[in-house]
């Protein structure tokens, strides 16, 4: 207990003030679990009245950006100074958790599936890009304050911690710079009209962060099959053309290597099965049961493939003369409505028939 003139001052662990959880050790991961708590109870609330598998991808993501991004980043201009500037510790971040947790959701898989993939699918990068901007923004607004005003004086403090090594808000922003390679005269130069800078600053730093992405996806074993067709961070929009939901679902799992193959099942048991000791139990190639397999050789498959195959043929007669890899990229990167229907019903069906074999 402390003792202020004649009041005496309890000694706490935390403390809330305008919503932020400030804590006795200077962090803030109880708040950002609270952000966490409540963007989640918003995002069940929002279920009850829309079905976020009928949605169109631009239309998630306008909601996410309008009714979730800002519970998720509330005080993120305090908050995000004690971050530190590597993208992959910010992947296990519980706010970057949260907003792979509601890609996710939308699109039908489970927690297993990569959170660079979900992410992907619906045109998303890591939110970071929000989070610096927001910050850059509250230091330009600091600098234009009068001089005598508590906001000036707090960003004085935060330039004399700076001079001495220790960090703050004026240290986080020579941080950024440094991370985004932006041009340090040039913000220096037009702190007072940061603002107009913005755009071209947001580019830059998506730009890293959909690198940051590609990089994910290039390595994590899981999608190695997604990373044969979809090569770049736009939303895959062929999903909107599948208006049956399940399907679609069904595609997405596929695509994220969020499926029951036997390339996928055989990375949780124990022992681990081998790569190459995962083979196809529905037909007898011999052969690895994989994404490929499944969508192109499979016996047990078949009559479905026919079907689908014949669907196809009909309107783009060149789709028999293009090999394996062709075929892949054409099934999972076309725009055309027969075509993304026809592929994704294949796919849920052809899984149907799997548990009955």
């Known amino acids: 207990m402390m003792n202020y003139n004649i009041n005496n001052i309890e000694i706490v662990k935390g403390y809330t003030y305008l919503g932020v959880n400030i804590s006795s050790n200077g962090k803030f991961s109880s708040h950002k679990d ?40 509330y005080c993120s201009e305090v908050w995000s100074i004690n971050d530190r ?9 519980s706010i970057e958790k949260t907003h792979a947790y509601f890609c996710k959701l939308v ?33 330009s607004y600091l600098e234009n304050k009068t001089e005598e005003s508590i906001a000036y004086q707090c960003l004085v403090m935060s330039k004399e911690l700076n001079s001495d090594g220790k960090h ?14 932006l ?8 702190k007072h009209t940061l603002k107009t800078m913005l755009p071209d600053i947001k580019t ?5 962060l959909e690198d940051h992405q590609k990089t994910l996806i290039q390595t994590n074993r899981k999608l190695a099959f997604y990373s044969k067709f979809k090569k770049d961070t736009n939303p895959s929009e062929n999903l909107n053309l599948i208006k049956i939901s399940e399907h679609k679902r069904q595609l997405v799992k596929l695509r994220l290597g969020n499926h029951t193959l036997r390339i996928e099942t055989g990375r949780h048991t124990i022992p681990r099965t081998p790569e190459h000791l995962r083979i196809c139990k529905h037909c007898n190639q011999n052969k690895i ?3 490929k397999h499944f969508m192109l050789d499979c016996d047990l498959y078949i009559n479905e493939r026919q079907k689908l195959f014949e669907k196809i043929k009909n309107k783009f007669s060149h789709f028999t003369h293009l090999d394996e890899n062709q075929k892949i990229l054409f099934l999972f990167n076309s725009i055309d409505p027969l075509v993304s ?17």
Do not use: C
């Open 107 to 139: 699109l039908g898989v489970n927690k297993r599936s990569p959170n660079a993939g979900s992410r992907n699918e619906l045109g998303r990068v890591p939110i970071r890009q929000a989070i610096d901007a927001n910050l850059l923004k509250f230091w």
């Open 289 to 291: 049961e994989d994404e």
């Open 168 to 181: 703050g808000l004026l240290g986080k922003v020579n941080n950024l710079i440094k991370f985004y390679n």
């Open 34 to 73: 609270n952000l966490k708590a409540k963007t989640r109870r918003s995002i069940f609330a929002t279920r009850k009245y829309l079905d976020f598998s009928k949605l169109s991808i631009n239309t998630i993501n306008k909601l996410f950006e309008a009714l979730f991004l800002p519970i998720l980043l």
């Open 183 to 190: 041009d340090p005269s040039q913000i220096m130069k037009n």
């Open 341 to 357: 229907k026809a592929t994704a019903a294949f796919i849920h069906f052809s899984m149907n028939s799997r548990k009955t074999n």
């Open 204 to 208: 830059v730093m998506r730009t890293k």
């Open 85 to 93: 500037d590597d993208l992959n510790s910010w992947e296990k971040d």
